[in-house]
């Protein structure tokens, strides 16, 4: 509960601070673009959230707690696994062990923690945008896809967490490789928009049919959920987004982000 708190509150001060110059404008805050103000706000958010991780890390009766919960569902999960294969009669498999999950769980959890805030918030602000400017009659004014482009100075720290990710496979360095994940992760995410963005504008400019465009997506979904390939799409799709940086696909759109 003290953690799902933490995410509301977190949540709600992130974006009174996204919409601050717009609510406020006798600060003269510097208005910086929304994206900007999103990953800004996602690592305030992170770094007022670090009280709440080593409370929680600290309480005996919070692990003691979150290790019955998962010895439990592995002890099931083992169980089901052993009547299974008794029934086939095939090799067996080895058991998951409580400890393995947990360390695997705790991994994906600080990598990804600040990630999944940011997916939180920037859908709550989307929503929360068109609700308000629907219920006063009027329109989000949101960029559209085939519109988003990030400033260049943002694959500056695409580079560097991806380094420290890569360092990291050397020379351990895990409070650092946790906030690199993590920024990988946003960044190559924002990335990825603005490939489908390319990717949307080229098909428009080579006026290719809108039946042709919806079967091309259906088909990058079905590769992004298919082993193997699915990662490759995930690399390439943002990759073409930082290769704007270079190779400016939309000369002709204005950035608006």
């Known amino acids: 509960m003290v953690f799902e708190l933490t995410i509301v509150v977190l949540t709600i001060g992130a974006l009174a601070l996204i919409q601050l110059p717009e609510m406020s404008p006798e600060l003269k805050l510097p208005r910086y673009s929304r994206v900007t103000r999103l990953v800004l706000a996602t690592g305030i958010a992170g770094i007022l959230s670090i009280p709440t991780f080593l409370y929680l890390t600290g309480n005996e009766a919070f692990a003691a707690s979150i290790r019955e919960f998962f010895a439990s569902l592995v002890q099931a999960t083992n ?119 390319i990717i949307r504008f080229l098909s428009r400019k080579l006026k290719v049919r809108p039946g042709v465009r919806w079967l091309f997506a259906i088909g990058i979904i079905i590769l992004a959920l298919t082993p193997r390939i699915g990662i490759a799409v995930f690399i390439l799709i943002p990759g073409l987004g930082v290769s704007e940086v270079w190779l400016k696909y939309r000369r002709e759109e204005r950035s608006n982000v």
């Open 79 to 197: 169980s089901a696994i052993s009547s299974a294969q008794s029934e086939t009669l095939t090799i067996a498999a080895e058991p998951i062990q409580t400890d393995s999950l947990l360390q695997f769980i705790g991994m994906v959890m600080r990598r990804t923690y600040l990630f999944y805030f940011f997916l939180i918030l920037t859908f709550s602000w989307w929503l929360g945008t068109v609700i308000g400017a629907r219920s006063m009659g009027r329109k989000p004014g949101l960029t559209r896809i085939v519109e988003f482009k990030l400033p260049d100075r943002f694959v500056w720290p695409l580079i560097a967490s991806l380094a420290l990710v890569v360092l990291n496979r050397i020379v351990a360095v895990e409070p650092l490789e946790i906030l690199a994940w993590n920024a990988l992760l946003i960044f190559a995410f924002l990335y990825g928009i603005s490939g489908l963005g």
